[in-house]
């Protein structure tokens, strides 16, 4: 079983930056990954991790613009965002699996945190 807690949410200014966090309990090289969420939408990938850190991925909204990046010796995963726009602004999760590969597919992944809230407005 894998438990996994965001922090890191809050509002920003657009043009600003912002760091999320996932502390992950139990599994620390299961692949991870960050999606987010408006009401009434589908979890939109964001950027996936693999176990090691050298596979990465990012949504074509995010790319060039966000960084995942994963310390294992404290369990967690970060997502650096910067230049965030007001199309960011959702709920943004944090997911995991035990199997290889980085998915962009939300059903692909077992485990999901409750959820830290981004608001990007001036």
């Known amino acids: 079983q894998v438990q996994l807690v965001e922090s890191g949410g809050g509002l920003v200014q657009p043009g600003g930056s912002l760091t999320l966090s996932c502390v992950a309990s139990g599994r620390p090289s299961y692949t991870m990954a960050w999606f987010r969420q408006i009401p009434g939408n589908e979890r939109e990938f964001v950027a996936g991790i693999n176990g090691y850190g050298f596979n990465r991925r990012y949504g074509n909204s995010v790319e060039g613009r966000f960084t995942i990046s994963r310390d294992n010796a404290k369990n967690t995963v970060y997502l650096q965002m910067n230049a965030l726009k007001p199309e960011d602004t959702a709920v943004y999760y944090c997911?995991?699996?035990?199997?290889?590969?980085?998915?962009?597919?939300?059903?692909?992944?077992?485990?999901w945190g409750q959820g830290t809230q981004v608001t990007v407005s001036s």
């Open positions: 997911g995991a699996h035990g199997r290889a590969g980085v998915f962009s597919g939300a059903k692909m992944y077992d485990y």
